[in-house]
């Protein structure tokens, strides 16, 4: 995500260096935040049958607290 589309950088300020490929792929924050995603992925999959109701908080928080564009998560 931060390589492919570097504007995304923007939100991941508190990650300290993450200026070059090279930094990001060997940033332990980037790696924790990729296992937290992963984790995001994993509860997708469990909640098929209800995926609106269990992303609702972290939709809300990505939306009101952190203030990411909803058109990066469009599927």
Do not use: C
Request: proline share 4%; glycine share 6%.
């Amino acid at each position: 995500l931060l390589i492919v589309y570097p504007w995304t950088q923007r939100h991941f300020s508190s990650f300290g260096n993450i200026s070059t490929n090279a930094a990001i792929l060997g940033n332990p924050k980037v790696a924790h935040h990729g296992k937290v995603v992963m984790g995001g992925l994993e509860s997708a999959v469990k909640n098929m049958d209800d995926i609106k109701n269990a992303y609702a908080k972290l939709s809300v928080m990505h939306s009101e607290k952190l203030h990411v564009d909803p058109d990066n998560f469009r599927v």
